[in-house]
């Protein structure tokens, strides 16, 4: 069997990256006014489809296929199994490029992934059923229960069912990134760097998960409403606590440490903004949902892939200068995408071509550094330096 289908964090990551860059160029192409493939729907829900429901998902799919079978000490998903779970993502990829299919078709290939990544996760999970683990089956189906009421709403012409389930969707990710990083970004900060100790206390841990998961429930059902907005305002908060805990402050000489504690960040400060935007209209709406989306989910990403694939390939866990400058890069990019245009709303178009352009080089740097690593097979544990 080739390496590159020993474990899905090889080809979710190497394509679900490159889809990303490729994804976020042809959408600064549009935003100018140069090139845009043909599409089955409108570019601007393409765009926000496909960079969560695409490019995020594939990533979240390499990560849990390979964490769970460490959690659960099993064979991970592989070979043929994993191959047939990469071809079905790429063709939901594909069928959006392709305007001579009618959307009922485009929408039932694009629905095919996520259940088959919940049946193979669920191989790995249930016969341990530890709550801890099996809670990400539950984000998985409510990820899948966004991308069809998405389709859904494309299908039936109304925008607001189909922006309804792009927010689930963000809410959904947005509670994944809580579960994952909360597990991983301490663990990784201790076992690197001796001066610290993560302390979790109850409380933050409880409003920064629960806040977040009610905060889902109350986005869903009550909308954009003042209620939602307190709920935002008060996960955000305990997830900015929740994260001093975990000695960040110490990981500035670490940029693989310090980009996961600077994603983390991103959510924190994307719930408040987000809560004050609904409860009070101090920001604009749309632009703290970019603090989630190219913020915290384009950082936390990055810091991601580079982090398991150094680990799981047996190579030191260090950043190289280049994917150092890529981490400022992608923050960069989030930072002029949402700051530009809320202080100066008539260089929005210039904001978006400037951080999809920074977008693109960030997670080139990653393709050009680690394309590679992710083929090759993994080093012996005397060459990795761990």
Request: aromatic share 12%; net charge positive.
């Amino acid at each position: 069997m080739h390496p590159f289908l020993s474990y899905a964090f090889r080809p979710f990551f190497l394509f679900g990256t490159a889809f990303s860059a490729m994804a976020m160029a042809l959408w600064v192409s549009y935003q100018n006014g140069w090139y845009l493939p043909p599409q089955t729907i409108a570019p601007t829900n393409w765009h926000a489809h496909e960079m969560l429901f695409g490019f995020v998902v594939a990533v979240i799919a390499g990560f849990l296929l390979t964490a769970s079978a460490s959690w659960e000490k099993k064979t991970p998903v592989r070979g043929t199994a994993l191959l047939g779970l990469v071809v079905t993502w790429l063709l939901g990829r594909l069928v959006f490029l392709m305007p001579e299919l009618s959307y009922t078709a485009v929408a039932v290939v694009d629905l095919l992934f996520l259940p088959l990544l919940i049946v193979a996760l669920a191989f790995v999970l249930l016969p341990s059923a530890k709550p801890r683990n099996l809670v990400f089956l539950l984000m998985l189906t409510l990820l899948l229960s966004a991308n069809a009421l998405f389709h859904r709403g494309v299908l039936t012409e109304s925008d607001e069912q189909a922006r309804k389930g792009l927010l689930l969707g963000i809410d959904t990710v947005v509670l994944v990134m809580v579960l994952i990083g909360g597990r991983v970004i301490p663990l990784f900060t201790a076992n690197a760097v001796k001066q610290v100790t993560p302390v979790k206390w109850a409380w933050a841990e409880f409003l920064s998960i629960g806040g977040v998961a009610a905060y889902l429930f109350s986005d869903f059902f009550s909308g954009e409403s003042r209620v939602t907005g307190a709920i935002a305002i008060v996960a955000g908060m305990g997830n900015l606590v929740r994260l001093f805990g975990w000695g960040g402050h110490r990981t500035a000489r670490s940029p693989i440490l310090w980009v996961l504690h600077v994603g983390y960040l991103f959510i924190g400060i994307g719930l408040v903004l987000r809560g004050f935007s609904l409860s009070f209209g101090i920001s604009r709406f749309a632009l703290t949902l970019h603090l989630l989306m190219a913020g915290a989910m384009g950082t936390l990403v990055l810091g991601m892939v580079t982090r398991v694939a150094l680990g799981h390939t047996g190579r030191p866990l260090r950043a190289t200068a280049a994917i150092g400058v890529a981490y400022a890069l992608v923050i960069f990019a989030a930072l002029i995408r949402v700051f530009v245009p809320w202080l100066f709303p008539k260089l929005n178009g210039s904001a978006v071509t400037v951080a999809g352009i920074l977008w693109c080089v960030a997670y080139g740097i990653y393709l050009a550094t680690f394309g590679a690593v992710l083929a090759r097979p993994r080093l012996p544990d005397s060459l990795s330096g761990q």
